[in-house]
């Protein structure tokens, strides 16, 4: 069992940054995989960025370059450093831990980017 709860989102205008945090906590020995995922009204729910408990990393094609993923080890507190925002970032942020028996997800943080 692994609880997730995200925070640092705001209300941010194009071209700055944010930091997304998310902290995890019960049994993460088990975490396999972390990750964020968004989702803006209307639409489908993407990959943000992923990172494994070794390390590596994977990203959403609209997001490389500009975001980077990364983690403490063991996998308690995830981070997503978010640059150059644009207004299409705008979405609400959810959190997500893999482990091998399911998937636990956050209740989310909202990202709007603004002028």
């Known amino acids: 069992q692994v609880q997730l709860v995200e925070s640092g989102g705001g209300l941010v205008e194009p071209g700055e940054s944010l930091r997304l945090v998310c902290a995890a906590s019960?049994?993460?020995?088990?975490?396999?995989?972390m990750g964020w995922y968004r989702q803006a009204p209307g639409k489908q729910r993407e990959l943000v960025a992923t990172?494994?408990?070794?390390?590596?990393?994977n990203y959403g094609d609209s997001v490389k370059g500009r975001f980077t993923i990364s983690r403490d080890n063991p996998m308690n507190t995830v981070y997503l450093q978010m640059n150059s925002l644009k207004p299409e970032d705008t979405a609400r942020y959810y959190c997500?831990?893999?482990?091998?028996?399911?998937?636990?997800w956050g209740q989310g943080t909202q990202v709007t980017v603004s002028s």
């Open positions: 997500n831990a893999k482990t091998v028996v399911g998937i636990y």
């Open positions: 019960g049994n993460i020995f088990s975490i396999q995989t």
């Open positions: 990172v494994s408990s070794g390390g590596s990393t």
